[in-house]
């Protein structure tokens, strides 16, 4: 496909062509995807929770807005923090002390004696997110061999969208005995698994090589290469650290080899969210009650099956992630989600009149989700987990997590009122339109990275310094 292209394409015998995939990165991947998997359980469990929540503290409406949203105020705090943490302490000690902090936080949610407690908790429980999403992907690139990085990064959005459904079904069984305690408490146990995992596992031999440590990231990479031949690999980390001699700073952000990437991954970031994703995952029963399937059975059946949905798209996704590229899956999609937008806000339109539309709406509903979860989904982690030098890879990549977090609650905080003041069908247009937009964006902006590893994409930018556009390669 037409579009920007990162390099010419990777001789064989290099380290972007071929190192070997061992089932050691593979379990490396596993364990920081449980931060994944935590950060969907928290922002999707508290649906069903705050329905007992709000009965046992007797909440009038803003408490229990504030018990939802505060998760996402605090994971835009970590978010931003946590780059920088990450670049300072390593992304281990990070993920170590992110697990800590999942821990903390889901035991003060179950035991919270006062409104004041539960908000405290959940503030601890969203800063605890932030941080996951800052550090999660950015480990995982740099341990994951470049020919399989698109599908290891991705299972941190797969571990999201398991997160997600695993908080339907947790809501769903524990609805009869109305154990909201149980519901935010039970984020421990994937909380534990994650650190005791990361105790286990090695520093991020990129990391290393650029806190000085060439001996341990040399020793690092034999390991989780399974081969101690991984001369071509290190080389390219060294070259790229010698540009990295300094620590990044803010104002290193704003540098003009880096900013097309800035803009990129704080565009995706906006994107991600102001199509509108959220309004379905948070508010699905709504919209399907609205829609005009009144039952709570039905609602419920209907959301799991979104859930659904959602996790195995996003195994198609990884998929097809190395294989196809980055950049066709992610205009695929979002035309996708453009068509989809189009037909719910039709069928929200001439729903009073024909109410076996209903079930089309839902339908659509489910296809907008599957889009999504093969492009802006997956891609959106994974390029800002990529495109960024090492100098600034954790400062930026939690500049664009915590401009997605931003995003993300301007759109869960107006999606009611929107709905109340243009009325479901224009709402869904709107989103629409943003999608469109989204579209031009990644056919103009987003480059391909398929294949390349962390150092070609690193000198692509500094080739490009001079344009905020990347050429236009064919691929
Ligand atoms: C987004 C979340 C969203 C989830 C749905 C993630 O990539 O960042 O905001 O809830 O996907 O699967």
């Known amino acids: 496909?037409?579009?920007?292209?990162?390099?010419?394409?990777?001789?064989?015998?290099?380290?972007?062509?071929?190192?070997?995939?061992?089932?050691?990165?593979?379990?490396?991947?596993?364990?920081?995807?449980?931060?994944?998997?935590?950060?969907?359980?928290?922002t999707g469990v508290i649906s069903g929770a705050v329905?007992?929540?709000?009965?046992?503290?007797?909440?009038?409406?803003?408490?229990?807005?504030l018990v939802v949203s505060v998760v996402l105020a605090g994971a835009a705090t970590g978010a931003l923090t946590g780059g920088r943490l990450a670049d300072r302490f390593g992304r281990r000690r990070t993920l170590l002390a992110t697990s800590v902090i999942f821990i903390a936080g889901a035991i003060i949610c179950a035991v919270a004696p006062s409104l004041t407690m539960l908000v405290v908790g959940r503030a601890v429980v969203g800063v605890g997110i932030g941080l996951a999403c800052t550090t999660v992907p950015v480990?995982?690139?740099?341990?994951?061999?470049?020919?399989?990085?698109?599908?290891?990064?991705?299972?941190?959005?797969?571990?999201?969208?398991?997160?997600?459904?695993?908080?339907?079904?947790?809501?769903?069984?524990y609805a009869e005995s109305a154990a909201w305690r149980w519901m935010l408490g039970l984020a421990?146990?994937?909380?534990?698994?994650?650190?005791?995992?990361?105790?286990?596992?090695?520093?991020?031999?990129?990391w290393l090589a650029e806190?000085?440590?060439?001996?341990?990231?040399?020793?690092?990479?034999?390991?989780?290469?399974?081969?101690?031949?991984?001369?071509?690999?290190?080389?390219?980390?060294?070259?790229?650290?010698?540009?990295?001699?300094?620590?990044?700073?803010?104002?290193?952000?704003?540098?003009?080899?880096?900013?097309?990437?800035?803009?990129?991954?704080?565009?995706?970031?906006?994107?991600?969210?102001?199509?509108?994703?959220?309004?379905v995952i948070y508010y699905a029963p709504t919209i399907i009650q609205s829609a005009g399937i009144s039952s709570a059975a039905g609602a419920i059946l209907a959301t799991a099956g979104i859930g659904l949905v959602n996790v195995i798209m996003t195994i198609v996704s990884m998929w097809l992630?190395?294989?196809?590229?980055?950049?066709?899956?992610?205009l695929t999609g979002i035309a996708g989600m453009?068509?989809?937008?189009?037909?719910?806000?039709?069928?929200?339109?001439?729903?009073?009149?024909?109410?076996?539309l209903a079930w089309m709406a839902v339908v659509t509903l489910m296809a907008y989700v599957a889009f999504f979860a093969i492009s802006l989904g997956p891609i959106f982690w994974l390029l800002i987990a990529e495109i960024y030098p090492l100098k600034i890879r954790g400062l930026a990549e939690g500049t664009a997590a915590g401009a997605n977090w931003i995003f993300n609650l301007i759109v869960s905080i107006t999606f009611l009122s929107?709905?109340?003041?243009?009325?479901?069908?224009?709402?869904?247009?709107?989103?629409?339109?943003?999608?469109?937009?989204?579209?031009?964006?990644?056919?103009?902006?987003?480059?391909?990275?398929?294949?390349?590893t962390l150092e070609e994409i690193e000198r692509f930018w500094h080739s490009q310094r001079s344009s905020v556009v990347p050429d236009t390669a064919a691929d």
């Not at 740099?142 to 908080?167: K, Y």
């Not at 421990?188 to 990129?206: D, K, W």
């Not at 650290?241 to 097309?260: F, N, T």
């Not at 992630?321 to 992610?330: A, E, H, S, T």
């Open 418 to 452: 929107l709905v109340e003041l243009l009325g479901a069908s224009w709402t869904f247009w709107l989103y629409g339109a943003l999608a469109v937009a989204s579209w031009f964006f990644s056919y103009y902006l987003v480059p391909e990275t398929k294949g390349r």
């Open 139 to 173: 480990y995982i690139s740099e341990v994951s061999p470049a020919t399989a990085r698109g599908w290891q990064v991705s299972l941190f959005q797969l571990a999201i969208t398991i997160g997600i459904l695993a908080a339907y079904l947790v809501d769903y069984a």
């Open 188 to 206: 421990a146990v994937p909380g534990a698994i994650l650190g005791l995992g990361m105790l286990f596992m090695p520093e991020s031999p990129r």
């Open 321 to 330: 992630i190395d294989r196809v590229g980055r950049r066709p899956l992610l």
């Open 51 to 65: 329905i007992f929540i709000k009965r046992d503290f007797s909440l009038a409406t803003f408490p229990q807005e």
């Open 211 to 279: 806190h000085g440590d060439m001996n341990a990231a040399h020793a690092v990479l034999g390991r989780i290469r399974g081969t101690p031949d991984v001369g071509t690999e290190m080389e390219e980390i060294r070259r790229s650290v010698e540009h990295a001699r300094e620590r990044g700073r803010w104002s290193d952000l704003l540098a003009p080899a880096i900013r097309p990437a800035l803009i990129i991954g704080i565009g995706l970031a906006i994107f991600q969210q102001i199509t509108g994703i959220n309004t």
């Open 1 to 42: 496909m037409a579009g920007p292209n990162v390099g010419a394409k990777p001789p064989s015998g290099t380290a972007a062509s071929g190192v070997a995939d061992t089932g050691f990165v593979c379990l490396a991947a596993a364990f920081a995807a449980l931060g994944g998997l935590l950060f969907g359980y928290d």
């Open 338 to 356: 453009v068509l989809c937008l189009g037909v719910l806000g039709l069928a929200f339109r001439l729903i009073s009149a024909n109410a076996t």
